[in-house]
């Protein structure tokens, strides 16, 4: 019989793990409850977990019942999706899509391990751009209820290899399908400085998007960018010439700024809401309702003029002209959730309004 390897723990400086390799605890709620539980209450999302924004909003906006059919475009963890199935049952089920090929494994076993079986929930690795593909293969017509809840997880901004983040050091990747497309170092390592600039502009209203851009596309000279803290250190150096006023003010927003723009394009994010937003009505049914949650203005215009445009067109019946976002409570609980709006619409059919 083969000796068990033993593996020596992660050792970590001072009382708490820090690094995401030390935090092994949290990942592992079912051998760590305790763990899991203390970041929780220290209004911490433990790292490899999701906390689900607006879930009361979204389960009142989409009114779950039994024998409903719903589709998570965006099932991330499967938070909102384990708060939305139960309502569904008994006779409804659950379509959950995801580009992530890395998460969307571990979040279907957890979610099977909750019990909800291949009649309940169905599990697809698919761009929501794609939902009617998806929806085609599975033959269901259409679907009563469909949310997304856009950008990124926790899971993918906490784990350095994913390289979404600026604050922990790792690859310089950003895509959420990591075997397709450019990773956000060869985008940068190709990209025009004109064409940086606009991306810094279009994609997160960087006011500092010319410096930046020029000073990025400068250094590469040098050497290439191809880490996370080699761009937030590049970004930060590009406005040391700034006054001290100003930079003060800007504190790490044009680093933060530039990862989103950057992933945006990565992944083409935009593109995929408008494909997603094109295709929406001829998934719904009479009476369907649709929720989305966008994390910047960029995401929000497109959402709000497709509802806006679809309501005068009597595609959708109503559409929330304000958007939902966190109250003082989610916000302290969870500071990720401070960007999130979420918006509304009924498909045709739907006699009551959004205001009943
Ligand atoms: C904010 S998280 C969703 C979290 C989820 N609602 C939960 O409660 O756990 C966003 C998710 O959308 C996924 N995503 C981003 N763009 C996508 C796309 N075009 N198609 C499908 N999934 C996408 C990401 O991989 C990520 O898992």
Known sequence: MEEPVHRRRPRYPGRNPRRFEERYKERDPDRYPETVEKVVASGKTPVGSHRPVLVNEILAALRPEPGLVAVDATLGFGGHATEILPHLLPGGRLVG??????????????????????????????????????LAELGLPAVDLVLADL????????????????????PLDMRMNPSRGLSAADLLARISAERLAALLRENSDEPYAAQI?????????????????????????????????????????????TFQALRIEVNDELGALRAFLAALPSCLAPRGRVAIVTFHSGEDRLVKKAFQSGNRQGIYADWSRDPV???PEELRANPRSRSAKLRTALGPGAADGLAS
């Open 97 to 134: 899509l995801d580009a992530d090929p890395v998460e969307l494994p571990k979040t279907e076993a957890r979610l099977r391990a909750l019990g909800f079986g291949e009649r309940t929930l169905t599990v697809r690795r698919s761009s929501f751009a794609g939902l009617p593909k998806v």
């Open 151 to 170: 950008g990124v997880s926790s899971m993918q901004l906490d784990d350095p290899v994913r390289g979404f983040s600026f604050k922990v050091d790792g």
């Open 213 to 257: 851009a020029d000073a990025l596309v400068s250094s590469r000279v040098r050497a290439p960018i191809a880490t996370t803290l080699a761009l937030a250190t590049a970004v930060r150096e590009a406005l040391a010439a700034l006054p001290q006023r100003a930079r003060e003010e800007a504190g790490d927003d044009p680093v933060r700024r």
């Open 325 to 327: 976002r966190p109250g």
